[in-house]
């Protein structure tokens, strides 16, 4: 019986077809796979930029929201119509076109205050606000503040609102008066009682949740104090004016900003 010659292979000196063989390229086939996913990550991406543009180009709105008496129309006149018209509690929206410069035009909507039907009205145009303004009176908010702290929370626990994330400004009106209140103070003010609602809500949630019919939702950070800083989702800030007078600017330079 002839003995073959037995085969050695030296692993730090590779053989001569060992060196051909490497340079033939391998696995053509996974390397096609890998080239095809990473194009389908690049067209999926360049999608969802699209359509988040898309969605941020089609929402224009600005909404007006607020109690009855805030001031909202009288804002909204002077803004659309550059004079003071006579307002009265209305039952239905105010629909005007902003145009604001080097932005394009916004549509501004004064949502009725009028608690029987604001949120029917704000439902109908919060998926298109790219803003939206709480209106408050600087003057009576101590004897509103319960209301006015009611509706903001529902405003900003909106899950549309939470969602899309317009920029929110509270702006505080009728800063005419001499004993209106200045936005750090509204701002305090708002936030201790934004707290005590916000306990409530949630007590009431969890003990809904725990039939299995709603999930909770918590408003700013859990552990602390309600914050409106720690609302992470909205952009949330606070301005003086007095549409009495025509003073505006704050609100003027904010809609510039979110055009």
Request: aromatic content about 8%; hydrophobic content about 40%.
């Amino acid at each position: 019986m002839v003995q073959q010659p037995s085969l050695l292979v030296n692993p730090t000196e590779p053989s001569e077809e060992d060196e051909k063989l490497r340079l033939i390229p391998q696995d053509d086939e996974d390397q096609g796979i890998n080239l095809g996913s990473v194009d389908c990550m690049l067209a999926f991406t360049s999608i969802f930029i699209f359509v988040w543009r898309r969605g941020r180009v089609s929402r224009r709105g600005i909404c007006l929201v607020g109690l009855c008496e805030s001031g909202k129309t009288l804002i909204f006149s002077q803004l659309i119509y550059k004079k003071a018209v006579e307002s009265f509690t209305s039952m239905k929206e105010n629909v005007g076109v902003l145009d604001i410069a080097s932005k394009g035009a916004l549509k501004l909507i004064d949502v009725p205050g009028h608690e029987r039907v604001r949120q029917r009205f704000f439902d109908n145009y919060k998926n298109t606000a790219r803003g939206i303004v709480f209106v408050l009176d600087s003057f009576t908010l101590n004897k509103d503040v319960r209301d006015v702290a009611e509706y903001l929370y529902t405003v900003l626990s909106d899950p549309v609102v939470s969602s899309n994330r317009p920029q929110v400004l509270i702006l505080c009106n009728k800063q005419d008066h001499a004993l209106a209140k200045g936005p750090q103070v509204i701002q305090s003010i708002l936030e201790k009682e934004m707290n005590v609602l916000r306990n409530t809500q949630t007590n009431q949630l969890e003990a809904v949740a725990e039939g299995g019919n709603k999930k909770s939702f918590y408003l700013g950070q859990e552990g602390k104090n309600f914050e409106f800083a720690d609302i992470r989702s909205l952009r949330i800030e606070f301005a003086a004016a007095s549409a009495q007078t025509a003073d505006l600017e704050n609100l003027k330079k904010w809609l510039q900003l979110v055009a």
